[in-house]
C-alpha cells in the first residue's frame, strides 16, 4: 500500500487555503474592526476605547492595548492584503488546533467514524468564526497549546501561552482556579509573569502612565460595563444570556444596529438585577460543584494504577469539562466561542473504545451532538435560525457534553479507586505515572 505523498497533502492543502481566502476575506465581519482601530493607532489617535475609535459604538475595539501593538505590522498595508495574511494565520491555527486535539486524544486516528462525528458536532462554529474573522479563534489555539504542554509537563510553555490567551481574551482566566486546586504552581508562577510582562509590551509605544490608563480604560470599557453589548451584541449562549432571555422581557427593538428581529421567549418578567443575582449564584454553585468533583475523584489514587497515560487521559478529561465550565458560567459566551467545544467534543469521541456503560453513553451523545448541528444549521429561513438562536440550542447542547463527560468522569474514578482498594502487589516508584 503507497503512502501519501506529504508533499501532494502540502499542494492540495495550499490552494485550498487560497480558494476558501478568497470566499471568507470579502465579508468578514469582525477583522475589519480590528484594523480600522489598527488605522487609528498609526494615524497617532490613542483613545482606544472611544466609540469612533473603531467602527462605532457596536463595532468598537474591546481588546488590551496589546493585541493592536503586537499586531502593528498588520495595519501598515492595505485592507485587502491585510485580510488575506489575517485569514492566512485562522488557517494556521485551525490546522494547529486540530494537530493538538488529534495527538491528545490519539483514538481519533483509528476511526473514520470518530472524525466525521467530530467534525459534524462542531464544523459549524469553525466555519463561523473564519468568516467572522474573530480573534477568539487565536485565543482557543493558545489555550489548546497551553493544556497540550501541561498534559506533557512543559509548565513554562503551557504558563506563557495561556498568559497570551488572557491577555488577548479574559475569557480563560475562569480555568486559573482549577491550576489552583491541582497545586500547579510552577504553571502559574509563570503564567503569572508572562500575563504581567505582555501586558506592560504596550508602554514602550503608550508610556507606562499611557498604558496604566488604557488598561483602566479597557477594565471599565469591557469587564466592569457589560450591559450595552450584551444589548446589542451577539446573543448570549452562557447561564446568563439564557437566563435574561428566559426570565425577563428584552426590548430587542432598542438595539441601535438594526438588527432586532428576534422573537421574545421570555416565561417571566423578573428585572436585570434579579437575573444577574440568579446567574452569580448559579455560577458559582457550578463552579464550586465542578471543582469539588474534581478534587473528590483524584486521577490515579494512591498511584497504584500501572498505567503509563493514566494520568494524561485524565488531565484531558478535567480540561475537557473546565472548557465545557468555562463556556457556560462566563457572563458572554457567543456562538464562536463554541470552537472551544472540539476538545470536549474529541474527548467524548475518546471514549468509543469503552465497552463499559460509559462508553455507550458517550457515543450516544456524540451522536446526537453531531446530528443536531448537522442539521439544524441546514433549516430554511432566517426567523427559524433566530429562533433556535435565542432557545439557546447550543447552550444546551453544551450541557449535553458537560453532563456525559461527568457522567464517565465519575464512573471511571470509582472504578480506579475501587482497584486500588483491591489486595494486589504493589507497583515499583519508577513503573508509576510520574
Known amino acids: 500500500m503507497k503512502k501519501r505523498s506529504p508533499t501532494l497533502l502540502i499542494l492540495v492543502s495550499a490552494v485550498a487555503i487560497v480558494l476558501l481566502g478568497l470566499v471568507f476575506t470579502r465579508n468578514l465581519i469582525d477583522f475589519p474592526v480590528y484594523y480600522a482601530a489598527g488605522r487609528s493607532l498609526i494615524g497617532g489617535r490613542a483613545d482606544l476605547y472611544s466609540p469612533d475609535f473603531a467602527l462605532g459604538p457596536v463595532m468598537d475595539y474591546r481588546y488590551p492595548p496589546f493585541f493592536l501593538i503586537v499586531l502593528y505590522p498588520l495595519w501598515l498595508v492595505p485592507y485587502s492584503a491585510a485580510a488575506y495574511i489575517w485569514f492566512t494565520m485562522s488557517a494556521i491555527e485551525v490546522a494547529c488546533i486540530v494537530l493538538i486535539v488529534i495527538r491528545t486524544f490519539p483514538e481519533l486516528r483509528k476511526s473514520k467514524t470518530l472524525v466525521l462525528l467530530v467534525v459534524l458536532a462542531v464544523a459549524q462554529y469553525f466555519v463561523m468564526v473564519l468568516h467572522y474573522g474573530n480573534a477568539h479563534l487565536l485565543v482557543v489555539a493558545l489555550m489548546f497549546g497551553s493544556f497540550y504542554c501541561v498534559l506533557w509537563k512543559k509548565e513554562l510553555a503551557g504558563g506563557l501561552l495561556m498568559g497570551l490567551a488572557i491577555t488577548i481574551k479574559v475569557t480563560p482566566v475562569l480555568l486559573l482556579p482549577y491550576f489552583i486546586l491541582k497545586r500547579r504552581w510552577k504553571l502559574l508562577a509563570a503564567l503569572c509573569l508572562f500575563l504581567v510582562a505582555l501586558n506592560f509590551v504596550p508602554s514602550a509605544y503608550f508610556g507606562f502612565r499611557g498604558n496604566n490608563e488604557l488598561l483602566a480604560n479597557w477594565y471599565r ?18 447561564i446568563k444570556g439564557q437566563l435574561r432571555r428566559y426570565l425577563s422581557a428584552i426590548d430587542y427593538s432598542q438595539r441601535v444596529d438594526g438588527d432586532i428581529k428576534y422573537p421574545a421567549i421570555n416565561v417571566a418578567r423578573f428585572s436585570r438585577v434579579q437575573v444577574l443575582g440568579a446567574w452569580e449564584i448559579i455560577a458559582a454553585g457550578l463552579f464550586a460543584g465542578v ?20 494520568n494524561r487521559q485524565r488531565l484531558a478529561h478535567e480540561f475537557s469539562l473546565m472548557t465545557c465550565l468555562m463556556l457556560m458560567v462566563g457572563p458572554l459566551t457567543s456562538k464562536i466561542y463554541l470552537i472551544a467545544l472540539l476538545w470536549p467534543v474529541a474527548c467524548l469521541a475518546s471514549f468509543g473504545d469503552i465497552k463499559a456503560r460509559e462508553g455507550r453513553v458517550a457515543m450516544r451523545a456524540l451522536v446526537g451532538v453531531a446530528f443536531i448541528n448537522a442539521v439544524l444549521p441546514l433549516l430554511p429561513g432566517r426567523s427559524i435560525q433566530r ?25 471511571q474514578a470509582r472504578v480506579s479507586l475501587k482497584r486500588s482498594g483491591e489486595p494486589r502487589m504493589r507497583v515499583p516508584s519508577e513503573a508509576r505515572t510520574p
Open 291 to 310: 471543582l469539588l468533583l474534581i478534587w473528590r475523584y483524584p486521577a490515579n489514587p494512591r498511584g497504584l494504577l500501572p498505567q503509563p497515560d493514566f
Open 221 to 238: 470599557h469591557v469587564v466592569a460595563s457589560q450591559e450595552f453589548h450584551e444589548d446589542n451584541g451577539p446573543i448570549n449562549l452562557s
Open 387 to 411: 429562533l433556535l438562536l435565542v432557545l439557546g440550542v447550543d447552550f444546551y447542547l453544551n450541557c449535553l457534553v458537560m453532563a456525559v463527560l461527568t457522567f464517565v468522569l465519575v464512573s
